[in-house]
Structure formats: C-alpha cells, structure tokens
C-alpha cells in the first residue's frame, strides 16, 4: 500500500512565503520521482517541481521562487514557496513515481503512481 500525505496549505498574502511538506509510506516511500503538481479552479493539473533522483526540474512560472527537496531518511518531500502571487493559488498536489523516467515526461501528470489528497494554497493580492 503507498500513501502521500500533504500539508502545510493555507491562506497568504501576494509576497509571503509557505512551505509545503508530503509525507510518504509504504511504496510511496521508495519512489524515484517525487514532486509537485497543482490545479487550479478550471484548469488542468499542472507540473510544479519534480525530484527525480538527484536531478530537480521546476515550472518556469515557479523558477527561482520555489524550491524542492527530498529528505529520503525521513521518507518527506517538500516545497518551499517564496515570493507567494495570486496566480499561484491552487490545490497542490504530492506526486510519485517508482522508476525513473524520460524527462519529457515528467511533467505529465498520467505517468506518476500515486497522488496525494492535495493542500489548498490561497494567496490574495
């Protein structure tokens, strides 16, 4: 059985800074891909920042103000969110996927193996 938990969401202002953590087990716990999506209301899921072994890969609308990390001892992934803004807003999502794949599709949300139930993150302006 493989679960992601995600928490750390909630309501902030446009500049402000969050910090998202996934907590993961069972099969979950040894995945070689571990990131972020997030979907905002009518729209589609969208990749964040992926980790996949020690390679990291960003969004370009999040370059430079998110940040990813992988603590593997304590099976937790999170994500850092600076420079918070408004179009951010969205439920964000802890994806895995057991083995590794092509980076053309990392950013696919159909080839990750389980999801979290997702944490809303709200910024207002």
């Known amino acids: 059985q493989a679960l992601l938990v995600e928490s750390g969401g909630g309501l902030v202002q446009a500049g402000d800074s969050l910090r998202l953590s996934c907590a993961a087990s069972?099969?979950?716990?040894?995945?070689?891909?571990m990131g972020w999506f997030r979907q905002a209301p009518g729209k589609e899921r969208e990749f964040v920042a992926i980790?996949?072994?020690?390679?990291?890969y960003y969004a370009d609308s999040v370059r430079g103000r998110f940040t990813i990390s992988r603590d593997a001892a304590k099976n937790m992934v999170y994500l850092q969110m600076n420079s918070l803004k408004p179009e951010d807003t969205a439920v964000y999502y802890c994806?895995?996927?057991?083995?590794?794949?092509?980076?053309?599709?990392?950013?696919?949300?159909?080839?990750?193996?389980?999801w979290g139930q997702g944490t809303q993150v709200t910024v207002s302006s």
């Open positions: 994806a895995s996927r057991s083995n590794r794949i092509v980076l053309s599709s990392l950013r696919q949300p159909g080839v990750y193996d389980y």
């Open positions: 069972g099969r979950a716990s040894t995945s070689y891909v």
């Open positions: 980790k996949s072994g020690q390679d990291t």
